[in-house]
């Protein structure tokens, strides 16, 4: 005999939750009704006496649950089209099942979910999701209601993506399909969500395609990490392994959010999801599509979160928040009168508390805009606006300047430049003064991870030293599909040995 299908503790919470609402609207509709039209109230009654019990129809629910019913389906046919599932070929360790046994690396398969952001076909997903990835694919969605199986096998459209970028530190990523004429969806940029607010989560949850859940907006500002910037929505929308990637809609189907990661103790969800906000995903996106990489801005000043001992030892006038330790002497901020000892109270429309929110107000600021800055000088508070200026490191600076035709390394993946004198200035003390330096993998190419990362510095090809790119072309077109490679590496002031085989 089958078990008896559970209902968990959440799910019974999410369907009271609705009866509730819904009888709310419903004894308000009655309540209207009764006070309007009594008497027509009791003669329909008496009407229905009169009739006998023979014609007594069961009870319909009442409209606002049918009205919230087609809402709710409405919704999930409008923003389902948009989201897509992504098909992921890499390698990877093998469990460990004994930790006596040797590590093996496998070929694997991993699923998770993106979002259509423009007709043309591109698509964000989570950086994690396509890590590691040798091929993306992009499954299209299946028209909603209808059994797979009943759906023919050349109606499933899967299409090869390519990486255009990604940023680990927001863990987004940006592929492109060599499609038009996609349903989209769009960003809740201008406007922040709300506590409360109704959510849908929709993915592909353990493979399964075009899963919708429903939930509401826990809390706002999330920082599990409270060493990095970037925080997160808080949702109990149901989200599982593979829905990451995917979109956190609202119920007008704008996107408030990409579904990341959960906390969770047995590995499933249990009402802890967490999603990247959309004003930084739309950030992100738009970066990485005009440079394939990010680049954010600086104001040419550092700070430091205030300790009461720091309060104390610098007479400060209060004993939180963020305090200036840095000016740069020829920085927009030094221009602008930001002294060391100012206390940040505001960054734009932003109240500064602690180091993350300052950083974050000013990862999601605008290059063509002003800092607003509101600060405590002794016991004087001041307004400065600071021009803002682009944060650059070497690598996204050589990554501006590379011509794709004259720096790819088509079989092994990656752009790379010589190592010139000016370059070899720039980058400090190295340990071997020639080679070629990797600046970037080809986002045009669908190639297996070979290890290399951007600004590694390959000294040597097998046996075969390496001193230039020609050097470098002249090494690789000797070796056929299937030989060993091994490159002698410089990376961050130590050597290593990358080692794969070519396909």
Same mark, same amino acid.
């Given at each position: ?297 600086? $104001? ?39 002294? $060391? ?10 109240? $500064? ?151």
């Amino acid at each position: 005999m089958a078990n008896p299908v559970q209902i968990s503790g959440k799910a019974k919470a999410q369907c009271l939750f609705i009866l509730i609402f819904a009888n709310f609207l419903a004894a308000g509709e009655f309540t209207q009704a009764q006070t309007s039209s009594k008497p027509a109230a009791q003669e329909t009654a008496q009407k229905n006496l009169s009739r006998g019990n023979n014609e007594a129809k069961p009870n319909e629910p009442p409209s606002v649950l049918v009205q919230l019913n087609g809402a709710l389906q409405s919704l999930a046919a409008k923003v389902s089209p948009a989201v897509v599932q992504i098909l992921v070929t890499g390698y990877g360790p093998l469990k460990e099942e004994n930790r006596s046994q040797a590590a093996f690396i496998v070929r694997q398969h991993a699923v998770g979910s993106g979002v259509i952001v423009d007709s043309d076909g591109y698509i964000i997903t989570n950086a994690h999701v396509v890590e590691g990835a040798q091929r993306i694919r992009v499954a299209l969605p299946l028209p909603m209601g209808e059994p797979v199986r009943e759906i023919p096998i050349a109606k499933r459209r899967v299409l090869e993506a390519r990486l255009i970028g990604q940023h680990t530190e927001t863990d987004l990523a940006l592929l492109k399909i060599d499609e038009t004429d996609l349903p989209t969806l769009p960003f809740l940029s201008q406007q922040r969500p709300h506590v409360g607010q109704l959510v849908f989560a929709i993915g592909s949850p353990e493979g399964l395609q075009n899963s919708v859940t429903m939930g509401v907006v826990s809390a706002l500002a999330r920082q599990p990490d409270p060493s990095k910037a970037l925080t997160y929505l808080q949702t109990d929308a149901p989200i599982n392994p593979g829905n990451s990637g995917g979109p956190l809609v609202d119920m007008n189907g704008y996107v408030v959010g990409i579904n990341t990661f959960i906390l969770s103790q047995g590995g499933g969800s249990e009402g802890l999801g967490f999603a990247i906000p959309a004003r930084v995903v739309d950030f992100v996106y738009r970066s990485l599509r005009k440079y394939g990489h990010v680049h954010r801005v600086e $104001i040419g000043a550092a700070a430091q979160e205030i300790t009461t001992t720091l309060a104390d030892g610098l007479h400060l006038p209060q004993r939180w928040g963020v305090v200036v330790d840095d000016v740069k002497p020829d920085g927009p901020a030094a221009a602008a009168g930001l002294q $060391i000892q100012d206390i940040i109270l505001m960054a734009d429309d932003r109240r $500064i508390e602690t180091l993350p929110s300052l950083s974050s107000a000013l990862y999601l600021h605008r290059l063509d805009e002003v800092v607003t800055l509101q600060i405590l000088r002794g016991n004087e508070k001041k307004t400065l606006y600071v021009p803002a200026i682009e944060q650059h490191d070497h690598m996204d600076e050589l990554l501006d300047t590379v011509n794709p035709d004259k720096s790819l390394i088509a079989r092994l993946g990656i752009l790379a430049i010589d190592l010139t004198p000016e370059l070899r200035s720039r980058l400090g003390s190295l340990r071997i003064p020639s080679g070629v330096v990797v600046v970037g993998r080809a986002a045009d190419l669908i190639m297996p991870d070979t290890g290399l990362l951007a600004s590694d510095i390959i000294h040597q090809l097998n046996t075969t030293s390496i001193d230039s790119m020609d050097g470098l072309r002249a090494a690789v077109g000797t070796l056929k599909t299937g030989d060993p490679v091994v490159l002698q590496v410089e990376r961050d002031g130590g050597l290593l040995y990358v080692s794969f085989e070519l396909e």
